[in-house]
Every structure is written in structure tokens, then in C-alpha cells.
Nanobody, 124 residues
Framework: QVQLVESGGGSVQAGGSLRVSCLAS????????MAWFRQAPGQEREGVAA???????DYADSVKGRFTISKDNAKNTLYLQMNSLKPEDTSMYYC??????????????????WGQGTQVTVSS
């Protein structure tokens, strides 16, 4: 199984930047897919960004041009660089992983391993 630990959340003013990280630990050696999700109170968990094994990325329309997903395979770490943050980006941000051919998917149901989340708060 994959264990995920997020870090890097915090509070920032609108227009600012944050980078959240997700350290992955896998004991199987089987390739896995990763993505970023977020969930605000009372709202559904939504897929923010995902990357596949070829480096192709997919973003939610609400974050395109502002967020960048990247992965450092040597460090087993997934990143989400968030620029030009808006108050509506305030959410708990979760890293997710899955084995199989779901890389690039932002569908919550495709992932079965989740981190504990890291809070991002953007004030106006």
C-alpha cells in the first residue's frame, strides 16, 4: 500500500503563493498514480490536478494557469505550486494515490490511498 503525508499548507493573503508537498511511501515497488484533491467544508472533494507517467497533466478549470503539479521521483514527492491564490481556494488539500492505469485522472473514485490533508487558507 501507499502511505501519504502532506505538508506545506498555511495561511496567505489573496494573490500570494504556497507550495504543498506529499511524501509517498510504497513498500510494493509497483508503480502508482498520484493526484491532488481539495475539499472545503460542506462541499464535495474535487480533483485539482493530476499527472500521468508521461508527464501529462490535467487541471481543474478553476486552477488552470495558477497551479502547477509536479513530481520528484527521486524524492517520492508530489508537489502542488499554487500562485495567485484566491479566497475560494481555501480548502483542505489532499494527496491521493492508486495502483493501476488511472494516472491523470481527477476522479475521486479512482484513488484509494489518501493523506491526512493540509489546510490552505486564503484571506481577502
Amino acid at each position: 500500500q501507499v502511505q501519504l503525508v502532506e505538508s506545506g499548507g498555511g495561511s496567505v493573503q489573496a494573490g500570494g503563493s504556497l507550495r504543498v508537498s506529499c511524501l509517498a511511501s510504497d513498500t510494493t515497488g509497483i508503480p502508482y498514480c498520484m493526484a491532488w484533491f481539495r475539499q472545503a467544508p460542506g462541499q464535495e472533494r474535487e480533483g485539482v490536478a493530476a499527472t500521468d507517467s508521461d508527464g501529462e497533466v490535467d487541471y481543474a478549470d478553476s486552477v488552470k494557469g495558477r497551479f502547477t503539479i509536479s513530481k520528484d521521483n527521486a524524492k517520492n514527492t508530489l508537489y502542488l505550486q499554487m500562485n495567485s491564490l484566491k479566497p475560494e481556494d481555501t480548502s483542505m488539500y489532499y494527496c491521493a494515490a492508486a495502483y493501476g492505469s488511472v494516472c491523470g485522472s481527477r476522479n475521486r473514485g479512482d484513488y484509494n490511498y489518501w493523506g491526512q490533508g493540509t489546510q490552505v487558507t486564503v484571506s481577502s
